[in-house]
């Protein structure tokens, strides 16, 4: 059993997490992020999806990221293997190179906050 803290709290969970990455080709960013924000759209009204996220890469414009987090295997696979997920699919041609999904299978979290030092 693990004992909360004020400035930690560590909460058991079984849940996966999907991540998406992509290079778009930078005179096709803004058809890309279009069909990837109606993905992201339509991933965060999906059964289990707790959280979704799309994330800019700060060194190179023209890469991203979608963040996901699932409550179930089942709930992600049943997403991506869906009519849903079909529109992302589709930006294929407006990337650089294939995209990559990884999905990590996460059995805890540690949450803590952040505090600035004291004077």
């Known amino acids: 059993m693990t004992v909360a803290t004020e400035e930690e709290t560590a909460v058991p969970c079984a849940m996966r997490l999907a991540s998406i990455g992509f290079r778009v080709q930078p005179y096709k960013r803004d058809e890309a992020l279009s069909a990837v924000d109606e993905t992201v759209r339509r991933m965060r009204t999906a059964p289990g999806c ?65 505090r600035a030092p004291l004077p």
């Open 50 to 114: 707790a959280r979704t996220r799309l994330l800019a890469d700060t060194e190179d414009p023209n890469t991203f990221t979608v963040l996901s987090e699932w409550q179930t295997a089942a709930s992600a696979d049943d997403f991506f293997a869906s009519r849903e997920f079909q529109i992302f699919k589709g930006i294929r041609i407006l990337l650089r190179d294939e995209p990559v999904i990884v999905i990590d299978d996460v059995r805890s979290r540690v949450t803590r906050l952040l």
